[in-house]
């Protein structure tokens, strides 16, 4: 299998040079997607010498219209999977050999990271809502898993649902993974290290009311598609074992 990394990166011109240099360490094809960054890392990248594909563009659309663009790059230059992570530092790229190893091991399958949620310096509240989404992840899709809102995974790009149905920001990564356990998609978690910075030093583009809101309204509208679809599609999987 071909294997790829995708980064999405907004305002991350701090760190996004070193996360790229770290990532191309362990995977040789890294795919980067500015989305609309207002500092200088478009430039920042293109001077850098980095063998990297960079995609750009002007103006900010949100980190699942960013995963979007990367998963068409990818399949678009022959990739099978796409391992993803932030461009904050938050992840550790030395951590993707565990990834390339799960996929080995589980071909075809969604790898999500699992972070540590009693970890020093985890802010209070992603640890609430992580609890909050896997609860309802659960309530969803029949299935439990110990980390569902962490941005390092592994996507099997051929097995992936309509992309082009997904939300714009945060919340399209757990669409990404409700609607691939809907059509039987294995999903195997890997435990990963995390770093959050200081307080003060963190640069997130996570609006803690608007995007909470937005996740709490998706999660009403998943809830109500599950009863009519999704769980007739679980149903209709473990009958026949189709994935």
């Known amino acids: ?12 011109a701090g760190t996004v040079l070193d996360v790229l240099s770290r990532t191309l360490a362990q995977i040789p094809d890294v795919i980067l997607v500015n989305d609309g960054s207002p500092d200088d890392t478009e430039t920042l990248v293109k001077e850098s ?20 663009e990367g998963f068409r790059k990818a399949s678009e230059l022959g990739f099978d999977y796409a391992v993803t992570l932030d461009s904050d530092g938050q992840h550790f790229p030395e951590d993707i050999p565990l990834f390339l190893d ?9 790898i999500t990271g699992s972070r540590n949620l009693a970890a020093e310096n985890m802010p209070g509240k992603n640890s609430f ?11 969803q899709t029949l299935r439990r898993i110990p980390d569902t809102q962490t941005g390092f995974r592994a996507y099997p790009l051929a097995k992936l649902p309509c992309t082009a149905l997904l939300t714009s920001r945060y919340e399209a990564e757990l669409e990404l993974l409700v609607f691939s356990a809907w059509k039987g998609v294995e999903i195997v978690p890997v435990g990963i290290r995390v770093h959050y910075p200081p307080a003060g030093e963190r640069i997130t583009s996570f609006r803690p009311f608007a995007d909470f809101f937005r996740i709490s309204v998706l999660n009403t509208v998943l809830c109500l598609v599950a009863l009519v679809y999704g769980y007739p599609s679980i149903l209709i999987h473990k009958i026949t074992g189709r994935r």
């Open 49 to 68: 010498g980095l063998d990297v594909t960079l995609v750009s563009y002007p103006v900010n659309r949100g980190k699942g219209a960013a995963l979007r």
């Open 1 to 12: 299998m071909r294997v790829c990394a995708v980064i999405p990166s907004y305002r991350n």
């Open 129 to 139: 809502a992580n609890r909050f989404s896997n609860f309802w992840f659960a309530v």
């Open 102 to 110: 799960a996929i080995r091991r589980n071909p075809g399958a969604i």
